[in-house]
């Protein structure tokens, strides 16, 4: 019998797809069990590999023992990311990102991870946080478990993923082998290995769910009218209606007490910028910690106006000849406009999909938050904070207990109002701040979606892998 979780790299198939009209062959290892006990069907992966290095080939500089591992998911939503494969015809799919890393001769492992959505036989909960993050560590463990049987660099392990799973990609590199994952990697019968990696790529990671709704306030408050797409899924298409409301007058009432609440938390985290200034903001909002936000969209106002775009598409972009002078943030965010309510993410009724994550076995949803415990409009508890801390990429970047991924690069659109620009700012600084190689921006007229600049990724991905041995 084969031992569980050893990788047989006899057992592939070899297929051709085209990309950009030529050809890419690559072996696929479909379908395989990463944990000894799985709950779910969906713990499962797909490994593929570029075929030349079953025969000693190389690609793009790349052989069989020092290509990157890629590990892209597919969770949006903090819904169930099945494993995927090129030509997967299902609306999370990003087949194309596989073909396409596939070209540049990595590694590409894509793995099932639970979501939020799921039940046993019982109609008990599975895939309640952490679950999502158990399963990537798990998958990272069957990796690196595998070393010199799985083809690829298990020190090269980069994992990618758009707004949920950027969230994962950015916890993967954050808590690397943290202690408080220990016990359920056990129970689920995970390989015995590490789950650290080398490099982060994360569009849109929506994280730091405990402050977010304050950094949205901080962001919003005094907007009241907020516009966004109603996602419904039939016949494996997206089909969105735009829906557009008014803040109610409680709404209004609770968005300058968030507002609030977010100052002192920023001012907490002691945010340097590089040249050693603090980034802070005083009593009414103001100070270094915005002018940096309003420094990173000034500066993709003007890459984009560099590359011929017209940059006036959204209000208060003040251009002067050839330069982008000054971004003006009240008519900027009124262009961009409000997408959620207040709270943006611990919703008082529970409905919002982050309610739902915190869900546990047997109760649905939960806040996460004391401020909307304590505003409630239904009966409800309060998730534990030791878990709400735990799936947060911050928490280990204040604490020191962790293996933190030594590169990062991390894009949020300067169209996204999913959540507060100051949340990927926080953790862009915070990482520079602690020593990490950090490659942040806020791309110009972008909204919530990833993998839009690949081959820019890739080329990042190149300097740091083709170089360092
Ligand atoms: C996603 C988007 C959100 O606005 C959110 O609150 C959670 C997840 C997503 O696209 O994955």
Redesign the pocket.
């Known amino acids: 019998m084969p031992t569980p979780l050893r990788f047989d790299d006899t057992q592939g198939q070899d297929h051709t797809a085209q990309v950009d009209g030529q050809p890419v062959t690559y072996r696929a290892f479909m379908d395989l069990t990463y944990v000894t006990m799985p709950v779910d069907p969906i713990q499962r992966l797909n490994v593929f590999v570029p075929t030349p290095y079953f025969n000693g080939g190389t690609v793009n500089g790349y052989q069989r023992v020092t290509a990157p591992i890629f590990m892209p998911n597919t969770?949006?939503?903090?819904?169930p990311g099945p494993q995927d494969f090129p030509g997967n015809l299902a609306v999370y799919s990003r087949g194309d990102t596989i073909l396409r890393a596939l070209k540049r001769g990595y590694v590409v492992v894509t793995a099932g991870l639970r979501g939020r959505t799921q039940t046993d036989g019982q109609g008990q909960n599975t895939g309640k946080a952490p679950a999502f993050i158990v399963d990537m560590k798990a998958a990272v463990r069957y990796v690196k478990f595998n070393a010199g049987r799985l083809p690829g660099n298990p020190e090269r392990i980069i994992t990618n993923g758009?707004?949920?799973?950027?969230?994962t990609s950015a916890l993967m590199g954050a808590s690397g082998n943290a202690d408080f994952f220990e016990s359920r990697l056990q129970d689920l019968g995970a390989a015995p290995a590490t789950d650290d990696i080398f490099a982060v790529s994360a569009y849109?990671p929506?994280h730091n769910?405990e402050h977010?709704d304050a950094a949205y306030e901080w962001e919003f408050s005094g907007i009241d009218q907020w516009h966004r797409q109603r996602i419904r899924v039939e016949d494996n298409r997206q089909i969105c209606t735009p829906i557009h409301g008014h803040l109610s007058e409680q709404e209004r009432a609770l968005s300058p007490q968030l507002k609030a609440a977010f100052i002192p938390y920023v001012n907490g985290l002691e945010l340097k910028d590089r040249a050693g200034n603090p980034l802070s903001l005083d009593h009414t909002g103001e100070g270094s910690f915005k002018t940096q936000i309003l420094r990173y969209l000034k500066d993709s106002a003007q890459t984009a106006l560099d590359a011929g775009q017209d940059v006036t598409k959204y209000a208060g972009v003040i251009v002067s000849g050839h330069t982008v002078t000054r971004i003006d943030w009240p008519q900027y965010l009124r262009a961009i406009t409000r997408?959620?309510s207040v709270p943006?993410?611990d919703a008082l009724d529970l409905r919002?999909?982050?309610n739902d994550?915190f869900g546990n076995r047997l109760t649905a949803a939960r806040h996460f938050t004391p401020f909307a415990q304590a505003h409630s409009a239904v009966p409800a508890t309060l998730a534990d904070a030791d878990l709400v801390a735990a799936v947060n990429p911050l928490t280990y970047l204040l604490k020191k207990q962790s293996h933190v991924a030594p590169h990062w690069r991390i894009r949020h659109g300067a169209a996204d109002r999913?959540?507060s620009f100051a949340i990927p700012v926080i953790l862009a600084t915070k990482l520079a701040n602690r020593g990490y190689d950090v490659d942040f921006a806020l791309p110009w007229a972008t909204p919530?979606s990833g993998d839009y600049d690949l081959p820019d990724l890739f080329d990042w991905i190149d300097g740091l892998c083709q170089t360092a041995g």
């Open positions: 969770v949006g939503g903090y819904l758009t707004s949920a799973g950027g969230a849109c929506i769910l977010a997408m959620k943006a993410f919002n999909p982050e994550l999913d959540t919530h």
